[in-house]
């Protein structure tokens, strides 16, 4: 089941597509390590898509093939150990990088609309919340400073620094 994003309509898919036309002209494009080295330029084409067209769940769907089916850890002991991907890796890149792209792009579109915050909310219905994640619910941000922050270009901001992380279920709107 996809996120709920409350502010995702053409307007904020502009914005979300200019940050990762951003993240491209600056070479700054992230693909995610379980994507296979030769897919990664269809990754972010897919990613593109999901921006313009559709949701996470879209771009789950089609993403799992791309996905290695290995990967190396590291063990308790200090060595390395050969695993199996989890089965919802897919669904974590594609919830993980859609919703940043997201959360950039309702904060430049904030910014640019002269706002100068952006609330965090509940994308993702939990049972049972962690509560890192619930103390964060209903805060506001500074746009800009969610905007630099997921862009990698701060570190400042401890209550923005907690968005954007894997499997967290939190968004943001507009105020």
């Known amino acids: 089941m996809p996120l709920m994003y409350e502010n995702l309509d053409p307007t904020t898919r502009r914005f979300a ?9 600056q070479h700054r494009a992230h693909v995610p390590d379980r994507i296979r080295p030769e897919a990664q330029s269809e990754y972010l084409a897919r990613l593109r898509d999901a921006l313009r067209y559709y949701d996470d769940q879209w771009l789950e769907d089609h993403v799992d093939e791309l996905v290695v089916d290995f990967e190396t850890r590291k063990t308790r002991s200090g060595g390395q150990a050969t695993a199996r991907i989890p089965t919802g890796a897919a669904r974590m890149i594609a919830e993980g990088d859609f919703n940043r792209y997201y959360m950039r792009g309702v904060a430049a579109r904030a910014v640019a609309e002269g706002r100068q915050v952006v609330e965090v909310y509940r994308a993702r219905l939990s049972l049972e919340p962690r509560t890192v994640s619930s103390e964060l619910e209903g805060t506001r941000i500074p746009a800009s400073d969610l905007l630099n922050e997921l862009r990698g270009l ?7 620094s907690r968005l954007g992380k894997p499997n967290s279920g939190l968004s943001v709107r507009m105020v």
Request: aromatic fraction near 6%.
């Open 17 to 25: 597509l200019a940050e990762l036309d951003w993240d491209e002209e």
């Open 154 to 160: 701060s570190g400042d901001a401890p209550a923005v």
